[in-house]
């Protein structure tokens, strides 16, 4: 049943298992479907979709298997967004008035409710509120929010009458595409991946091991037998080294989630933090002012810290190439760099093998951005990698395979 969607999901990238595929089609011969799209398209979403970085993808792939709004939201522009931000008290009609307007859509198909609202897209300039013909608020517009029109186009807001178009063609989970920048949540999900558990710590066993008990019990006819472990401690010791100022102020707020994802997380056996502003020179500082009476020398970090840490570096590695090519390069704080900034990188890549950069710059503009000619320079000392939901988790990944 439904084989065409199958296909179409994996079209869209959607990675659905087979074995997940025969879970769905007993689902829907139990009737948990109950004959209703918007319920299917909750159940297939439950049952095929095992991370929310794919939830868009899937919304856009079932949208256009069942005819519903397809891939609406790429043609939408962002102006139109930010007319349909506002909430207005919903419209409110008589049932005289509501029949009315049914009675003269009746007959209206989805094809050419879809060819109106394209038009609408193409030649609307400016916000409309009440109105029964523009994409806007309140109204009986076909299009648009809070209003009354059955079988129109919902576009933004909230709804009291779901259906399957409607609910794929919100695409309500875009901020968890796999390009998107990320939010603190996302960092957490990915750096959990950065570990390495060990049960060799001192102490009693106070952490219950839920296989074997299930072992235990059933060894013992069904009679409860809990297990307890040593608890599991992540040996996994972190270097995070954070650009700030400059070119970096406008990706401050990546940066900043970056690092309350980092600490959050708390699984690090280890975790050291240091700033610097474009390039690493002879010194590290303690907090993001880089004040000189809390830094300290960058030999006396590479000497304290094993090889064993993984080095993570956040920066877009834009800056003028004097910074990272001559001695007395370094623009500003004070810096004593008696030794450019090129050799400094390549000091701390070949003490810590397993490490990253991650660039807030999207990879596409990495060879067009204002800086290219250094951030490329910094991509052959270090493999880099962009912020984002795969970025992050190919760093990791690469961390990892490293040690």
Not at 72 to 99: C, N
Not at 100 to 105: E, G, L, Y
Not at 199 to 210: D, F, H, N, Q, V
């Amino acid at each position: 049943m439904f084989e065409g969607f199958f296909h179409t999901l994996r079209a869209h990238g959607v990675p659905v298992a087979m074995d997940e595929w025969l879970t769905l089609q007993d689902a829907l011969g139990r009737g948990l479907a109950d004959s209703s799209l918007s319920r299917f398209h909750s159940l297939a979403r439950s049952l095929l979709v095992k991370s929310e970085r794919h939830f868009d993808d899937y919304d856009i792939a079932f949208a256009e298997y069942f005819g519903g709004v397809e891939q609406a939201d790429d043609a939408i522009a962002d102006h139109v967004w930010q007319w349909l931000d506002e909430h207005p008290e919903a419209l409110r009609l008589t049932d005289e008035q509501r029949g009315q307007i049914d009675h003269a859509i009746s007959r209206i198909d989805l094809d050419e409710m879809r060819r109106r609202l394209e038009e609408r897209l193409a030649n609307q300039t400016e916000a409309h509120r009440g109105g029964s013909r523009h994409i806007g608020t309140g109204g009986t517009s076909p299009f648009g929010h809070s209003g009354w029109h059955p079988g129109g186009i919902r576009v933004g807001g909230e709804s009291g009458h779901r259906t399957a178009a409607q609910v794929a063609g919100e695409r309500r989970f875009r901020d968890y595409r796999s390009d998107a920048t990320l939010g603190v949540r996302e960092m957490g999900v990915a750096l959990r991946r950065l570990r390495r558990l060990t049960t060799r710590i001192e102490g009693p066993a106070t952490e219950l091991s839920l296989d074997d008990t299930i072992d235990a019990t059933a060894d013992h006819g069904g009679q409860l037998r809990l297990v307890f472990r040593r608890p599991r401690r992540n040996e996994v010791r972190v270097l995070l080294l954070l650009d700030v100022g400059g070119s970096m102020d406008e990706h401050a707020e990546l940066a900043g989630r970056l690092f309350s994802a980092v600490n959050q997380s708390g699984r690090f056996r280890e975790l050291t933090v240091r700033y610097f502003h474009n390039c690493v020179y002879d010194r590290l500082y303690e907090t993001a002012t880089m004040l000189p009476g809390r830094s300290e020398p960058t030999t006396d970090l590479l000497a304290r810290l094993s090889p064993g840490h993984r080095l993570v570096v956040v920066g877009d590695a834009c800056m003028a190439p004097s910074e990272l090519a001559m001695v007395g390069g370094a623009i500003d704080y004070g810096q004593r760099n008696d030794e450019p900034g090129w050799v400094w990188l390549e000091r701390l890549a070949a003490r810590f093998p397993a490490a990253a950069w991650l660039n807030p710059v999207p990879a596409g503009d990495w060879h067009r951005v204002h800086g290219a000619r250094t951030l490329n320079a910094v991509r052959t000392i270090f493999p880099m990698f962009e912020l984002s939901v795969d970025g992050l988790e190919e760093a990791v990944e690469h961390l990892m395979a490293r040690s």
